[in-house]
């Protein structure tokens, strides 16, 4: 969590990714531990939980290429 508190006070537009293999994060304990740190996300009205995809869709959508 302390990497999303230091980017969320910073104030700028900003990208989190976690990386999630399941052989890893498929473990019970680390079931847990994700859901508590989602669960804290959920309390922000002003971020964006999402896919990857899902950003670059967007950004495709929002920031045309200039050519």
Known sequence: ?????????????AIMTIGLHPRLSGKPDRCLILKQFL????Q???IWITRRIDIAQFWA???PLNN
């Open 1 to 13: 969590m302390n990497t999303f508190r230091y980017l969320y006070q910073e104030k700028r537009l």
């Open 39 to 42: 669960d804290h996300l959920t």
């Open 44 to 46: 922000y009205q002003d």
């Open 61 to 63: 959508a929002n920031c």
